[in-house]
């Protein structure tokens, strides 16, 4: 069975952060967000990374994170294009923006030959996530349904005190695996107390941190690829003419489409690690100080 490999989907990272030699470091010696993922997937048995950016960003980005990464890894490069669209559909006349992550994965396909896990650029995820899916891919390939995975973090894990954040609360069925996704895009934590509202806060409905929710870590066979591209055509007969300039392909779009039909099952592994992000500035001082304490903890050396 071929080695699980990772992709990491960094094709937005230039313009969230003003410029590739502008992220902002969390290490004791510089090392940025992306730098723990690497060092945890690697230590898990993952030995290729695929990074996935955007053909102007190319020399900046190995400059200042593949490169330095290559000592880790095997580094590989697939580019997110906006022209990159099955025939016969052309960009449409104004838009700048990508289709999404759905596409973004898409414009490895011709880098990938067996299971892959896929991983956003700038989510700390905890060593615990990258062993769970590493171990998954290795030991499961597609049977009567492609076995797919993605790791559920406790919601308490991934709120922060400075906001709302936008979490995917996961339903997992009694063998564990995965029936739903449904997007929550207002949740937050006020006074211990953890709940969303879907009417600019005219109503809240509680959530117990013990909620499972992605984070975009997901887990697949290379059976995903041609099924992505396949619904890209639908999705673009669909969408194109409804929403020509922001309309945006999703993986977990994709996914559900395929579980709706039993083509799919998805099993939801767990992991008990603390994610991290920084979606307000003020979240970096505690982005900063756990990397310190798991560096002083012994769990990553303060040089690598």
């Not at 969230?16 to 290490?27: A, I």
């Not at 396909?109 to 700038?122: H, K, M, S, T």
């Not at 006074?191 to 941190?209: A, N």
């Not at 996914?255 to 970096?284: F, N, P």
Request: proline share 6%.
């Amino acid at each position: 069975m071929t080695k699980p490999v990772l992709v990491v989907l960094a094709a937005g990272m230039g313009s969230r952060y003003g410029g590739m030699k502008q992220l902002d470091p969390v290490g004791p010696n510089g090392q940025i967000i992306i730098d723990y993922s690497i060092f945890d997937a690697r230590r898990a048995g993952f030995e290729t990374v695929i990074f996935i950016i955007r053909r102007e960003n190319d020399a900046a980005f190995r400059a200042a994170i593949g490169d330095r990464l290559s000592h880790l890894m095997e580094v590989k490069y697939a580019y997110q294009e906006l022209s990159d669209l099955p025939a016969p559909f052309t960009v449409p006349e104004g838009r700048t923006k990508p289709f999404g992550t759905g596409q973004a994965v898409l414009s490895a396909r011709e880098l990938i030959d067996g299971p892959f896990a896929v991983i956003n650029a700038d989510d700390y995820y905890g060593p615990e996530a990258f062993r769970v899916m590493y171990d998954y891919l290795s030991t499961h390939p597609d049977t009567d349904k492609y076995q797919y995975c993605m790791v559920g973090y406790q919601l308490k894990n991934t709120v922060t005190q400075n906001g709302s954040v936008s979490r995917g609360v996961c339903v997992a069925d009694p063998e564990g695996m995965l029936e739903s996704v449904t997007e929550r895009t207002k949740i937050t934590q006020e006074g211990g107390v953890i709940h969303f509202t879907e009417d600019e806060g005219k109503s809240w409905t509680e959530l117990s941190g013990d909620t499972p929710v992605s984070m975009g870590l997901w887990g697949f066979t290379a059976s995903f690829l041609p099924e992505a591209q396949n619904r890209f055509v639908s999705f673009l007969e669909e969408n194109l003419d409804k929403n020509p300039l922001k309309c945006e392909y999703f993986l977990p779009s994709i996914v559900s489409s395929l579980i709706d039909e039993g083509k799919a099952q998805v099993r939801m592994l767990h992991s008990a690690d603390k994610w991290y992000g920084v979606t307000y500035k003020e979240d970096k001082p505690e982005v900063v100080a756990a990397i310190a304490r798991m560096t002083a903890e012994g769990l990553y050396p303060a040089e690598f």
